[in-house]
């Protein structure tokens, strides 16, 4: 069964920090891998997609990085601010026994960021 | 360009009735993907659509259906409702179906299951 986990499953920091959040999946085959935040009684931001051929991928403040082969993906958040406070999900895409690829979610990592 | 919206935002149904949400995808997408999320199971794959045909299905029963129309919105629909049916209900859009195309997904269906 494909997993996905991450890590912390919860986060509170100061505004300023710079933070790391850790994605692990058990299958290497992954065809890409989305960072979403969700904020709470909502749906899904897309922040980052990082096709398999590439090893990182930046959007202002944040970057996010693949390897493939150990199964693991960082989301880092530079200079951390209030109205970063959310869910962040990690969801690689992977390929099933039918032959069809699908987003496997991780549980989560719930970010607060206090002023 | 609009995002994708979902109607109804929230929903209220009673033990075996059965109820339908809808999802209109982004302009010129064509491939519509369902989540269900729940606090105990996290975010669940229920099924994809693409070209008015289904190309994959989650583990869910049979109870749990969908379709979608030649202008690519899409439809799911849950009969005799249970209590565990309860969650909310997510639908992304992607432009193809495919194995390199980013999803977008919209604000969600609350269903309420008393």
């Known amino acids: 069964k494909q997993e996905v986990t991450q890590i912390p499953a919860a986060l509170s920091v100061p505004e300023g920090e710079n933070l790391v959040l850790n994605c692990s999946f058990t299958d290497s085959a992954i065809y890409n891998l989305q960072w979403f935040r969700q904020d709470p009684g909502k749906g899904l931001t897309s922040l980052l997609l990082i096709q398999s051929s590439q090893r990182e991928q930046t959007s202002g403040r944040l970057n996010a990085s693949l390897d493939k082969s150990s199964g693991r993906s960082t989301l880092y958040i530079a200079a951390s601010q209030p109205g970063d406070s959310a869910t962040y999900l990690c969801?690689?895409?992977?390929?099933?026994?039918?032959?069809?690829?699908?987003?496997?979610f991780g549980t989560g990592t719930r970010l607060l960021v206090s002023p | 360009k609009a995002g994708v919206t979902q109607t109804p935002r929230y929903l209220i149904k009673t033990r075996g009735q059965q109820v339908t949400l809808s999802c209109s995808p982004i302009?010129?997408?064509?491939?519509v993907s369902w989540y269900q999320q729940t606090p105990g199971q996290g975010l669940q794959f229920l099924f994809e659509?693409?070209?008015?045909?289904?190309?994959n299905k989650g583990n869910f029963p049979g109870r749990f259906s969908g379709r979608q129309f030649s202008n690519s919105r899409s439809e799911m629909n849950v009969s005799t409702l249970e209590l565990g049916d309860s969650a909310l209900y997510l639908c992304?859009?992607?432009?193809?179906?495919?194995?390199?195309?980013?999803?977008?997904f919209g604000p969600g269906t609350r269903l309420t299951v008393l």
């Open positions: 659509y693409f070209s008015e045909t289904q190309r």
């Open positions: 992304a859009s992607s432009s193809i179906a495919g194995t390199y195309n980013e999803q977008f």
């Open positions: 969801a690689p895409k992977l390929t099933e026994n039918t032959g069809f690829q699908k987003l496997v």
């Open positions: 302009s010129g997408h064509r491939s």
